[in-house]
């Protein structure tokens, strides 16, 4: 089976959720002429990388899911092309506030809840301030293009995460970033170390990634980060196939064949290989 999938990237418009959405549609629709099945949008795509500062006010930013608007926003849109579309959201649930996505299939039938499993904290991504870890576990999708494996933005840099959606079952993996410059030390330039890590996910899986980040300066109180962009896609192989630059608002689509990406995968052997009895020293550390 041929699929095509596409990553976006925007700048995001401060406190005007309603622009945001508009503008994920309108570079929706865009990855729709060129006839893409799997489109991704950035992390917390409806506002401004919030998280950058500590202010209670940020919490209102948070919806119910699945009552809010956007859910049938995004739902009719990908029954109407036929489109996968994994949505990034701040979820209130309960007394608790996770970053969480949902899938929404070609039927627009939205999936159950996947809560990031890993949340950072620094100067500049003040997470742990405003998200519980979430408490769902890995999650793959099962859609009419296929299997995807979703991860969100600090889940990227972890290879258990990667190794275990391939494990069950993924045939793509997509995550949904925000990261940009670090505010305790400008000099650092985590661009490269950021799609490294995710090349060497594919390499070591024999499986595409695809990430999805913002663009622009955005300023809050006294923090100002640049989101590098640089949404990319890779092949099974771990070459960068698709490239966007750090300033550009647009969309990259790839065509995967995943028949010959599973022969390949079966070929190499490194999963016939595994030794997972070997491996449960891991968890002791």
């Not at 990388?49 to 956007?70: E, V, W």
């Not at 996968?84 to 007394?95: G, L, Q, R, T, Y």
């Not at 576990?137 to 991860?151: H, S």
């Amino acid at each position: 089976m041929k699929i095509k999938v596409t990553a976006t990237q925007f700048k995001s418009i401060k406190g005007d959720k309603e622009a945001n959405i508009n503008k994920a549609l309108h570079l929706s629709n865009l990855a729709v002429s060129q006839k893409t099945n799997i489109i991704l949008l950035q992390e917390l795509f409806q506002t401004e990388y919030f998280c950058s500062t500590k202010n209670l006010k940020f919490f209102d930013y948070a919806i119910s899911f699945p009552d809010n608007r956007i859910f049938e926003t995004f739902s009719n849109f990908c029954k109407n092309y036929k489109i996968v579309m994994p949505i990034s959201f701040f979820e209130k649930h309960e007394n608790n506030y996770f970053n969480s996505l949902v899938v929404i299939n070609s039927k627009g039938e939205i999936s159950d809840v996947y809560r990031k499993s890993h949340i950072p904290e620094g100067p500049g991504y003040n997470e742990k301030f405003y998200f519980t870890p979430g408490n769902t576990g890995f999650k793959v999708f099962e859609t009419v293009y296929g299997k995807i494996g979703c991860g969100i933005c600090w889940d990227q840099w972890f290879p258990e995460c990667a190794r275990t959606m391939t494990l069950m079952g993924a045939d793509v993996l997509l995550y949904p970033t925000a990261i940009g410059s670090e505010p305790q030390d400008p000099l650092i330039k985590s661009k490269l170390h950021w799609q490294n890590v995710m090349i060497g996910h594919s390499a070591a899986n024999q499986i595409p990634v695809i990430a999805s980040n913002r663009i622009g300066e955005e300023i809050e109180e006294d923090v100002s980060l640049s989101f590098y962009g640089g949404s990319f896609i890779t092949d099974h192989l771990g070459n960068i196939t698709k490239e966007m630059d750090g300033k550009t608002e647009g969309v990259i689509t790839n065509e995967f064949d995943l028949d010959l990406i599973k022969q390949y995968r079966q070929s190499w052997g490194n999963f016939r290989d595994r030794r997972p009895d070997l491996y449960k020293k891991i968890c002791d550390f």
